[in-house]
């Protein structure tokens, strides 16, 4: 009788859990889907047209963006919808995203040399000449301004570029789409490689001719990393594996064991770690796309909870000023992708509930979010801040999250995933 019993009550909790697997499982599908809804509700133009998603919308109360966001399409943010919309079945929106990113590498009106901008004018794009960059005039000096930062070339921005194309390129064979994915890696290579050390400066920045910036960053030697390995896989002897160890080397320089945590990346002109601050992407980033590093999961995760985490969230430092959703949305993907996904639920919460009406996810839960970052290598101050507008790049991480798509790998190596 006792036996019957344990094998009743046995068999209903399996039950249970099975059944609530597949309502979490239907619920993150679901999220995707309108989060991928709402990106598509923003696209405008013709069917094929190439396309550039603005990073930024206005809040809800419909007050004004800051004139430099009003037209601005941060590379990293677009780079992040294509693979989102990929991962939703989206395969139209997304080849117009990918397609603006191809046009950028041979309508740049000034460089012909493989980068890509930080920034391009957000809409619709006309293939009829240069690819157009963001900015604003202005009544008060009587002159077209453009931000120094979004019309420079960041590593990590363009390398995302890469990671973007060599999905687009996985999900349609184009040739064109591997073809610019190897011309922006070649750039980075060629242009921001340390000649002297392990890893990638941070890129350039400013106008043309634009000044080289003299830190490495751990984020973007890891995003190196990935495009190249990426690449390797599909061209084992196009040498990518030695550009990919290059980045790899940094990233074990930047290797904190007593803390078990990763720096954020190096002082300005040294090789010596930045120990003043911590970046939330350089610790979740690394422990998916490096094979290498899973057996560091929980060590970096436990040390990344104490000291970023917030109620119902992960701030982007570590000063736990506020919840940042795009980090937000990292995490919860961390945590899928190391079998620890009950972490991740409290998170795809805090998500669900942060969804703007006009379809995207905010950038914040607060009005404003400090990062501990500078914009620029000329900053006076840490001005590097992220505010409660519906953000792009923000949604489709989300979507990666709920989706559980590695962003760093190619989808047929989902199930090898570390």
Same mark, same amino acid.
């Given at each position: 009788?006792?036996?019957?019993?344990?094998?009743?009550?046995?068999?209903?909790?399996?039950?249970?859990?099975?059944?609530?697997?597949?309502?979490?499982?239907?619920?993150?599908?679901?999220?995707?889907?309108?989060?991928?809804?709402?990106?598509?509700?923003?696209?405008?133009?013709?069917?094929?047209?190439?396309?550039?998603?603005?990073?930024?919308?206005?809040? #809800?109360?419909?007050?004004?963006?800051?004139?430099?966001?009003?037209?601005?399409?941060?590379?990293?943010?677009?780079?992040?919808?294509? !693979?989102?919309?990929?991962?939703?079945?989206?395969?139209?929106?997304?080849?117009?995203?990918? $397609?603006?990113?191809?046009?950028?590498?041979?309508?740049?009106?000034?460089?012909? #040399?493989?980068? *890509?901008?930080?920034?391009?004018?957000?809409?619709?794009?006309?293939?009829?000449?240069?690819?157009?960059?963001?900015?604003?005039?202005?009544?008060?000096?009587?002159?077209?301004?453009?931000? $120094?930062?979004?019309? &420079? /070339?960041?590593?990590? /921005?363009?390398?995302? &570029?890469?990671?973007?194309?060599?999905?687009?390129? =996985?999900?349609?064979?184009?040739?064109?789409? *591997?073809?610019?994915?190897?011309?922006?890696?070649?750039?980075?290579?060629?242009?921001?490689?340390?000649?002297?050390?392990?890893?990638?400066?941070?890129?350039?920045?400013?106008?043309?001719?634009?000044?080289?910036?003299?830190?490495?960053?751990?984020?973007?030697?890891?995003?190196?990393?990935?495009?190249?390995?990426? *690449?390797?896989?599909? #061209?084992? !002897?196009?040498?990518?594996?030695?550009?990919?160890?290059?980045?790899?080397?940094?990233?074990?320089?930047?290797?904190?064991?007593?803390?078990?945590?990763?720096?954020?990346?190096?002082?300005?002109?040294?090789?010596?770690?930045?120990?003043? !601050?911590?970046?939330?992407?350089?610790?979740?980033?690394?422990?998916?796309?490096?094979?290498?590093?899973?057996?560091?999961?929980?060590?970096? *995760? @436990?040390?990344?909870?104490?000291?970023?985490?917030?109620?119902?969230?992960?701030?982007?430092?570590? #000063?736990?000023?506020?919840?940042?959703? =795009?980090?937000?949305?990292?995490?919860?993907?961390?945590?899928?992708?190391? &079998?620890?996904? =009950? @972490?991740?639920?409290?998170?795809? @919460?805090?998500?669900?509930?942060?969804?703007?009406? $006009?379809?995207?996810?905010?950038?914040?839960?607060?009005? @404003?979010?400090?990062?501990?970052?500078?914009?620029?290598?000329? /900053?006076?101050?840490?001005?590097?801040?992220?505010?409660?507008?519906?953000?792009? &790049?923000?949604?489709?991480?989300?979507?990666?999250?709920?989706?559980?798509?590695?962003?760093?790998?190619?989808?047929?190596?989902?199930?090898?995933?570390?």
């Amino acid at each position: 009788m006792r036996s019957s019993i344990r094998a009743f009550l046995t068999a209903a909790v399996l039950a249970y859990w099975i059944h609530a697997a597949w309502a979490g499982k239907e619920r993150h599908v679901q999220l995707a889907a309108r989060l991928c809804a709402g990106l598509v509700a923003h696209m405008s133009g013709e069917p094929a047209q190439p396309f550039v998603f603005r990073s930024y919308e206005p809040p #809800d109360n419909a007050s004004p963006l800051h004139p430099a966001l009003e037209n601005a399409g941060f590379t990293y943010d677009n780079a992040l919808a294509v !693979m989102a919309l990929y991962a939703c079945g989206r395969k139209p929106e997304a080849g117009r995203v990918a $397609d603006a990113l191809v046009l950028a590498l041979k309508a740049d009106r000034f460089y012909h #040399d493989g980068r *890509l901008r930080n920034a391009y004018r957000a809409g619709p794009v006309q293939d009829n000449g240069s690819m157009l960059l963001p900015g604003y005039w202005s009544s008060v000096s009587k002159s077209w301004i453009e931000d $120094d930062y979004q019309v &420079g /070339s960041a590593t990590g /921005s363009t390398a995302w &570029g890469a990671l973007a194309l060599l999905t687009a390129y =996985e999900q349609t064979g184009r040739a064109p789409y *591997l073809d610019a994915a190897r011309t922006i890696m070649n750039w980075i290579h060629r242009s921001t490689a340390d000649p002297q050390a392990p890893g990638y400066f941070g890129g350039f920045f400013g106008q043309e001719p634009s000044e080289r910036i003299g830190w490495k960053s751990t984020e973007h030697n890891l995003d190196v990393y990935a495009a190249d390995r990426w *690449l390797a896989a599909l #061209d084992p !002897m196009g040498g990518w594996t030695h550009h990919a160890e290059k980045a790899h080397a940094f990233l074990e320089a930047m290797w904190d064991f007593d803390d078990g945590r990763f720096f954020v990346g190096s002082l300005p002109d040294s090789d010596a770690p930045n120990t003043s !601050m911590s970046g939330l992407d350089a610790e979740l980033w690394p422990l998916i796309a490096v094979p290498a590093y899973a057996f560091r999961r929980a060590r970096v *995760l @436990e040390w990344t909870k104490r000291n970023h985490g917030v109620d119902g969230g992960f701030d982007f430092n570590n #000063d736990r000023d506020g919840i940042w959703l =795009e980090g937000t949305a990292q995490a919860a993907l961390v945590f899928r992708l190391s &079998g620890r996904a =009950e @972490e991740a639920e409290p998170l795809f @919460e805090t998500i669900s509930r942060q969804i703007a009406p $006009d379809g995207l996810l905010y950038a914040t839960v607060n009005a @404003e979010l400090s990062t501990g970052l500078k914009v620029g290598p000329d /900053s006076a101050s840490v001005d590097f801040k992220y505010f409660r507008l519906p953000h792009v &790049g923000a949604t489709a991480w989300a979507v990666l999250a709920a989706l559980k798509r590695n962003p760093f790998i190619s989808a047929a190596g989902q199930s090898a995933s570390p």
